[in-house]
C-alpha cells in the first residue's frame, strides 16, 4: 500500500508538473503573439480586416490546443478503466448449456422451455431432453386437454387435478412442467447413482418392464434417450 501511495504521488506531481509546464508555454506563446499585434496595429502593417482574421485564428488555435491539451492529460493521468462484468465459471457454463440446448432442440415446441431446463444441472437437463425426444418428439406430440397443451412432453404420470389425453398430468405453463419432471428425473439419478438411461428404466417400464412391452423395448427406450442425453453431456 504504501508503494502504491508513492507511485499515486509521482504521477500526481509529474500531471502538475507538466500542466505548469504547458499553461507557461501557452502563456509565452500568447504574449508573443499579443505583441505582435500591438506592433502590428502601432506600425499600421495590419488591416483592420487582417486583424479580425489573426484574431480568429488565434482564437481557433487557443481552442484546439485547449482541447489536445485536455486530452492529452486526461488519456495519460487518468485513463479510463474498462468495466468489463467477469462471469463466474456457473454463470459461463449455465450460458454453454442453453445453447447446446437451443441448437439442438430448434423448431420444436419444448424449445420454449429451454431457459428453464438450461437453468438445471447439465445431467439433469441432459435426460429431460432424452426423455422428451423418446416420449413426444420434443413436444410434436403432447397431451392435450381441451385442446390445449398440457405441457407434458415426457410421458409423466402423477395424479392431478387437471389429467390431460392418455392418462398424463397436464400442466399449467412450461415452467411448472420443466420444474415438476425436472425434479422426478434428478431424484431417480441420484436414487439409481445413474451412469446411462439403462439406470432410470423405471420411468419407462415403473416397477415391471414386462408389462411395458418388454425387456427388449425397453433396452431399445434407453438407446434412444442415451443418444440423445449425450449430445448435451458430452
Given amino acids: 500500500m504504501p508503494k502504491l501511495k508513492q507511485k499515486l504521488k509521482k504521477l500526481i506531481d509529474k500531471a502538475k508538473s507538466q500542466k505548469t509546464a ?23 502593417g495590419l488591416s483592420e480586416h487582417q486583424a479580425k482574421s489573426l484574431v480568429l485564428i488565434f482564437l481557433i ?3 484546439g490546443f485547449v482541447i489536445l491539451f ?18 463466474n465459471p456457473k454463470e459461463i457454463e449455465k450460458e454453454k448449456l442453453r445453447k447446446d440446448l437451443s441448437i439442438l432442440v ?19 437437463a441432459a435426460y429431460l431432453i432424452g426423455i422428451a425426444k423418446k416420449e413426444s418428439n420434443w413436444g410434436k406430440r403432447h397431451p392435450a386437454l381441451a385442446g390445449q397443451d398440457c405441457y407434458n412432453y415426457w410421458g409423466f404420470r402423477a395424479q392431478r387435478e387437471r389429467m390431460g389425453s392418455g392418462g398424463h398430468t ?42 411395458t412391452g418388454g425387456q427388449r423395448d425397453a433396452d431399445k427406450w434407453a438407446l434412444d434417450v442415451d443418444f440423445y442425453a449425450e449430445k448435451i453431456l458430452n
Avoid at 106 to 124: F, L, Q, S, W
Avoid at 172 to 182: H, I, K, L
Wanted: aromatic fraction near 10%; hydrophobic fraction near 35%; charged fraction near 30%.
Fill in 22 to 44: 504547458y499553461f507557461k508555454l501557452l502563456s509565452q506563446k500568447l504574449n508573443l503573439i499579443a505583441e505582435n499585434i500591438k506592433n502590428s496595429i502601432k506600425l499600421g
Fill in 61 to 63: 488555435a487557443f481552442t
Fill in 70 to 87: 485536455r486530452q492529452y492529460y486526461s488519456d495519460n493521468f487518468f485513463p479510463q478503466k474498462n468495466y468489463v462484468e467477469k462471469k
Fill in 106 to 124: 430448434k423448431g420444436h415446441p419444448i424449445e420454449m422451455m429451454i431457459p428453464y431446463i438450461a437453468k438445471k444441472d447439465r445431467v439433469t
Fill in 170 to 211: 397436464c400442466f399449467d405453463s412450461p415452467r411448472e412442467a420443466v420444474d415438476v419432471v425436472s425434479r422426478r428425473i434428478a431424484e431417480i439419478i441420484e436414487r439409481n447413482d445413474a451412469q446411462s438411461a439403462h439406470d432410470m428404466l423405471v420411468w419407462k417400464c415403473g416397477s415391471d418392464c414386462s408389462v
